[in-house]
């Protein structure tokens, strides 16, 4: 009688119920702290500065319109406007709109506002100034994009639902709870003058907890996941806090730099940006580290009889892979973010290393380097984790056969293995 090995992996029982529970402590008890820290640094409502709404004004307010006629004029600008703004040379236009219960308002656009584009139908917002006494007067402030970034959104909203179902909808979520933390707590925190990097710390370790559990689900393999993203988000702020230092960023590189100091004098920019650091490299950290782990259970379930150093070194092939894809997309993201700046840079051909050192692109640079050497630093640590947590080998487990290779039945007990007769 043939005799049957049970090779399955022991992911349950009562020693794994026991790992589960001390786990669910160790987070529970990092989520309680950092709980109790964002209670700490939560700002009261008075200490958050909030400069006047400059379209709040009294006789000063935005209006919605839409365009009925648009008619250019050589309006020969160009050089500097009275406002200080550099004014571009070329046709101007004149621009009729319906406003929304008002009736119809005319004004100019310059050239370069004319320029990017501007057709009757189109769906705008205007400043509407009326001095006491005296007729009102519109100027162009933006289009209205609410229609389709809204469509925009529901349709990415329907599409990760309908691949992902359930993970999706969780995900959905996790976007929502990262949305309440960015602006109910770390922004109003850093405009209250709270430590900057303490504040990225602590928000994004709650941030991750919740996240991750509501995407990947409660389990062992989530948490080491969770704590490799711990030490990613901890190693990410030491490096950026002395990257930032050494590299001497002040944090005001654009003109929405200066004006964010002009209206939160005590605000601190070059702390700012450490803090951003941790924020900006959250996403691709958790896609690494839950990866990692995902890709170590995935091994031990076809080989269930390697040891933990095999293990180690076949999940680290795969996060080598990661890590180069993951830096070319810190890499394409931020440089996306400042293809303006580069453009105009290459436009007055300046050198790459002038490029480079100048405040705008030295913060960018330093952000995805600082990123990067977090993301890659995360790798080997997720995965020691997801090693010494995923379910223990199965010493009398067969090897993986090799691919396009059968597995064998092992042979019966007191059979005799002999050339088949033909």
Known sequence: MAHSHSHTIPDDGPPRRRLAIVLGAVVLSIAAVALAAMVALWPDADEVPRDQNPYGAEGVSTVDATVTGVKPFNCNSGGEGPDGTIEVAGDCARVTAKVDGEGTATFDLDASRYRAGIDPGDDIRLIRI?????????????????????????????????????????????????????????????????????????????????????????????????????????LTALIGLAATDWTQLSGVGSEDDQR??????????????????????????????????????????????????????????????????????????????????????????????????????????????????????????????AVWLAPPRVADAPAAAPAGVPPTEPPSRGSHAGPRGG
């Open 130 to 234: 009326e001095p006491e006494g005296q007729p009102a007067s519109y100027e162009f402030l933006d289009f209205s994009r609410g229609v389709p970034l809204t469509a925009l959104a529901v349709i990415f909203a329907v599409l990760v639902v309908a691949v992902a179902r359930w993970r999706g909808l969780f995900a959905l979520a996790g976007i929502g709870v990262t949305l309440f933390a960015l602006t109910k707590f770390m922004l109003p925190a850093f405009l209250a003058g709270e430590s900057p990097l303490a504040v990225a710390i602590v928000g994004s370790t709650v941030i991750m907890i919740v996240v991750l559990y509501l995407a990947h689900g409660i389990s062992i393999r989530t948490t080491s996941a969770l704590f490799g993203t711990f030490v990613g988000i901890a």
């Open 260 to 385: 964010l100091i002009a209206t939160v004098p005590q605000i601190s920019l070059s702390s700012i940006v450490a803090g951003t650091m941790v924020i900006a490299g959250l996403g691709v950290l958790n896609d690494v580290t839950v990866t990692q782990a995902s890709a170590v259970w995935e091994l031990r379930a076809v080989q269930p009889a390697a040891r933990g150093a095999a293990l180690f070194t076949s999940a680290m092939r795969i996060g080598r892979d990661h890590i180069a894809s993951s830096v070319y997309t810190l890499v394409f993201a931020y440089a996306g973010s400042a293809m303006t700046v580069l453009l105009l840079a290459t436009a007055y051909q300046r050198g790459l290393n002038d490029i480079a050192t100048t405040e705008e692109i030295g913060q960018e640079i330093v952000r995805t380097l600082v990123g990067a050497i977090g993301l890659v630093l995360a790798v080997p640590v997720t995965t020691l984790f």
